[in-house]
């Protein structure tokens, strides 16, 4: 068993709202590994905000697992979710569980997985390994081209009712929690409850059973500020005054010091 699972079970199945924030390196798990926050996702946003790809298709799994081997080496006491990229999803349906497997070896505690055709028969593959799997619906970046872009979702009936039956095919599929991703936040408050799963909200408002963001969007490291993002620090703003002062005091001749030297 996995040294993580019970722990997962009550953070899942307790009171309180979840936290989860993205992280990719094994420096930024450190300290998250210090922090009170509930989860850790190695998200492939990965992709996006730190090998500067533009689309999280063209995350490989080579990449996924090092990163995860990464922040499982710098986090051991904190649960770790990893996600499938899309190349891990796109040949027959064995290969997700073939790669759920080598991510859990290289350090997570469960997987997710976003919605796409032929995601229930993954799934359910998935559950019967007893793989801890977190579903991913609404705004899913891997098929962004078949939703039309980056759009709200459920914002006409049919798309809030398409949205509500897939959480509840997810939850009857055994998995454990649903990230609702850009949802209109009445859809996102009506699938919670229609469910008995957590809900994980990413711009899909308050009524979610928690909430998770991409860590360096959080440290307000990233430029791209989305709608749904709040900025909790500046440290774009400090580490440029950091490396600044770092230049300076090569120029000026005060580093290295004499207690700096050898
Ligand atoms: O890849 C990611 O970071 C994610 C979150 C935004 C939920 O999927």
């Known amino acids: 068993m996995k040294k993580n699972n019970i722990k997962i079970k009550q953070v899942m199945a307790g009171e309180k709202k979840i936290s989860i924030v ?10 998250l590994n210090q922090s009170v926050i509930d989860i850790i996702l190695v998200g492939d946003s990965l992709a ?20 995860t081997k990464a922040v499982s080496r710098g ?8 996600d499938i990229p899309y190349s891990g999803c796109q040949k027959k349906s064995s290969q997700p569980l073939e790669i759920a497997k080598r991510l859990i070896q290289a350090g997570a505690d469960g997987i997710k997985i976003e919605w796409f055709k032929g995601c229930k028969k993954v799934i359910r593959k998935l559950v019967e390994k007893n793989i801890w799997v977190m579903g991913h619906i ?7 081209h078949l939703l039309g872009g980056y759009k709200v979702q459920g914002k006409d009936k049919e798309s809030a009712d398409k949205l509500i039956k897939q959480a509840k095919l997810l ?3 055994g998995v454990s929690s649903i990230v ?11 699938i919670t409850e229609s469910i008995d799963i957590p809900t994980i909200g ?3 408002g308050k009524h979610c059973g928690g909430q998770v ?5 959080l440290l307000g490291m990233y430029p791209n500020k989305m709608k749904f993002v709040r900025t909790f620090s500046n440290l774009s703003y400090q580490i440029k005054g950091a490396i600044n002062l770092f230049d300076q005091a090569i120029k000026k001749e005060t580093f290295p010091s004499n207690q700096e030297s050898f």
């Open 171 to 173: 939850q009857g599929l």
């Open 22 to 31: 993205t992280c990719y390196d094994y420096s930024f798990a450190r300290i």
């Open 213 to 217: 963001l991409v860590l360096y969007d």
């Open 202 to 204: 990413i711009g899909a």
């Open 75 to 82: 986090a051991p006491d904190k649960i770790i979710i990893a």
């Open 180 to 190: 609702l991703e850009c949802i209109k936040k009445d859809i996102a408050k009506q």
């Open 48 to 67: 996006n905000v730190s090998l500067g790809l533009a689309d999280t298709k063209e995350i490989t799994i080579e990449e996924m697992l090092n990163h």
């Open 138 to 144: 609404g705004l899913t970046p891997q098929t962004v």
